[in-house]
């Protein structure tokens, strides 16, 4: 998960996907960040390097929360139908 300037990794980060929000937990900088629908302003779908660096981005307007959070994942299908599934609008 990057936050700003900081990047950890699964374990130490999970996301929670949720019809009413997302849960995006960094337990390794102990940060924790609650989204609604209401703080996304948009879910993209992110490749830097294929098969090494992709995942999520997400760009939300809650205050006190980075703008950008950026979720890595092994499988992206799989995150991509979890969040469609659960009411999430994705790009």
């Known amino acids: 998960m990057w936050e700003g300037m900081l990047a950890t990794t699964w374990p130490f980060c ?8 997302l849960v995006f937990e960094n337990k390794l900088l102990g940060r924790r ?3 609604t629908h209401n703080d996304v302003v948009s879910i993209e779908r992110k490749i830097y390097l294929p098969f090494v660096a992709w995942g999520i ?24 139908n979890a969040l469609k599934t659960s009411g999430w609008i994705v790009s």
């Open 14 to 21: 999970t996301l929670e996907v949720g019809r009413d929000q």
């Open 57 to 80: 981005k997400l760009r939300n307007s809650k205050s006190g929360t980075p703008r950008n959070l950026r979720f890595w994942v092994i499988n992206l299908d799989q995150m991509m």
């Open 33 to 35: 960040h609650v989204l």
